[in-house]
């Protein structure tokens, strides 16, 4: 006696429903991992943050800014994109001044 397959339609289903269930599974595990991993780095005594400084912008809005050591932001935040960036290739110019721009011949 042999098992009849169900029909096409519910194979489709399966097949394309457990695809997604998978995926978004999968993603939702990998939040739930790294939202642990970022409160345990936050409910870790021994990361203190520095200080924090408040500036008033133009606007008249107060921001504050915290103050960390290179070594704490590390531990807080993880390595900077910079830090693990080939050696041989050439570092990105600064973004806070504007790109060079060549003279326009007269």
């Known amino acids: ?6 029909r096409k339609g519910i194979l489709i289903r399966i097949a394309v429903y ?44 107060t921001i504050e800014v915290l103050e960390v050591t290179p070594e704490q932001a590390k531990t807080m935040f993880g390595n900077h994109p910079r830090d693990s960036a080939d050696p041989t290739k050439p570092a990105l110019p600064p973004t806070d ?8 011949a007269p």
């Open 1 to 6: 006696m042999t098992m009849r397959l169900p």
């Open 97 to 104: 001044r504007p790109a060079a721009t060549p003279d326009a």
């Open 18 to 61: 457990g695809t997604l269930i998978g995926y978004f599974g999968w993603q939702a595990y990998e939040k739930r991992e790294a939202d642990q991993a970022a409160k345990k780095v936050v409910d870790d005594p021994s990361v203190t943050p520095g200080s924090t400084r408040s500036f008033t912008m133009p606007d008249g809005r």
